[in-house]
Each structure stands twice: as structure tokens, then as C-alpha cells.
């Protein structure tokens, strides 16, 4: 089937499919396998979370973008650097456990690095404090990446620098989306980071399980390292 042709149902069953994947490396196969398609399909469930999210980042980094230092984390096909890249950001390190994901996100020709890893099994591939921001979206669910990888981000990022995530507000995630900001209140306690800001959005994307319609909403959580 062309990707012109592509409905929501045949995307919403695709997704669905990937949720019942049963292991990482099921899910990093079938990411693969839609790594071509990939952006023209989340176009269709009118996916908001890496243009709201690079939206909150640029509305409070005030250094300079231009040398700032990016980390990608679970980086995808590269949507998130390409927003990043309309706020004037130039500097990107992508992570991801997909290798099929990472050759589309080179093909953009955004990144300076880009490094394999499965989230979760393994620690991330870079050098601690080295990084003006790190931001991972999309990754942060049930089923995808561990709510304990978020201590590796912080490690990963500079003292003042910025790391941005995101989940999601449906059904299914509400009690991941719980234990993520219990986490997250956690090391703000242990003095790790500050929380700069947390949006709400109501229309994050559209709604691909039974049991729910419409849209789903989400949330950027945005924080600052200590």
C-alpha cells in the first residue's frame, strides 16, 4: 500500500500492532518496517508532540542556539530535530534502538552523531554533563522506554541545561504517566533539577485505541538541571 493511499484505520491498526509487539526487539523490528512511512503516517494522526515540545524549549532557552548541544533521545526519524532546527537550533546527537529509524534521520543530514541503543537494556552511549539539552519525545509510554531512564538524562545533561519529555494522557498510560511524574518530583527533591515548566495538551494526537475517540491529550514536561 503507497503512502498517499494510507487511511487512519490503516494506521491506527499498525500502531495498535506495534503496542502488541511483545519484546524491545519486536518493537525495534517493527520499527524498521516503518521507519519509510513513518512521518507521513503520524501526519495522518495529526501528531503534535515534537512541534509543542520544541515550541516550550524555545520559549525559555535564552543561551546560544547556534552552539548549543542537542541530544535526541529515542530520536526517531529525526521530527524532533527538524523542529529544533526551525528554532534555530544546529547541533544534534540522535539515540535510538532502531536502526531503520536512524538511517531516515541521517538522510536529513541534521545530525552529528548518531548512536544505537536500546533504552532500557542499555546505558546511553554518551558522556555525562555534556549536553545543553536533551529531549526525549514521543519514547516516554508504557511499553517503550523505562520511567528510570530518566535519571540518564539528567546525568547526560550540563549543570543549567534543559531536558524536555513527553507521554501521553490516554487510558493506558495513565498509571505509567503516574509513576513518570512521581519520578520526576522524586529527583527534583534529591536536588537533580528544577521543574521549569509542565503543559497540558488536549489534542496531542489522535486517538488509536478501542477504547477511546477523537484525541488523546499529552503532556512536555520541561526541567533544568542543578
Known amino acids: ?120 537494556e542499555e546505558p546511553l552511549p554518551v558522556l555525562w554533563g555534556l549536553f545543553d539539552l536533551v529531549v526525549i519525545v514521543g519514547a516516554l509510554s508504557v511499553g517503550q522506554v523505562p520511567v528510570s531512564v530518566v535519571r540518564e538524562l539528567c546525568k547526560s545533561t550540563k549543570p543549567g541545561g534543559y531536558v524536555c519529555m513527553t507521554t501521553r494522557g490516554n487510558q493506558d498510560n495513565l498509571e505509567y504517566k503516574a509513576a513518570l511524574e512521581a519520578e520526576l518530583k522524586q529527583m527534583e527533591g534529591e536536588g537533580l533539577w528544577s521543574c521549569v515548566e509542565v503543559t497540558e495538551v488536549e489534542k496531542w494526537e489522535r486517538a488509536v485505541s478501542e477504547k477511546e475517540e477523537g484525541y488523546i491529550p499529552g503532556t512536555v514536561y520541561l526541567y533544568r538541571r542543578l
Open 1 to 120: 500500500m503507497s503512502a498517499e493511499s494510507k487511511t487512519f484505520e490503516d494506521i491506527r491498526a499498525a500502531v495498535l500492532s506495534c503496542h502488541k509487539s511483545c519484546t524491545l526487539q519486536d518493537k525495534m523490528k517493527f520499527y524498521d518496517s516503518w521507519a519509510e512511512n513513518y512521518d507521513q503516517d503520524l501526519a495522518i494522526l495529526d501528531y503534535t508532540a515534537p512541534c509543542v515540545a520544541a515550541n516550550r524549549i524555545s520559549s525559555h532557552f535564552s543561551g546560544d542556539r547556534e552552539a548549543a548541544v542537542v541530544l535526541d533521545v529515542a530520536c526517531g526519524t529525526g521530527m524532533m530535530a527538524q523542529q529544533m532546527k526551525r528554532h534555530e537550533f544546529e547541533r544534534f546527537v540522535g539515540v535510538d534502538g532502531s536502526e531503520g529509524m536512524m538511517e531516515v534521520a541521517r538522510q536529513t543530514k541534521l545530525y552529528q552523531d548518531l548512536k544505537p541503543c536500546m533504552l532500557g
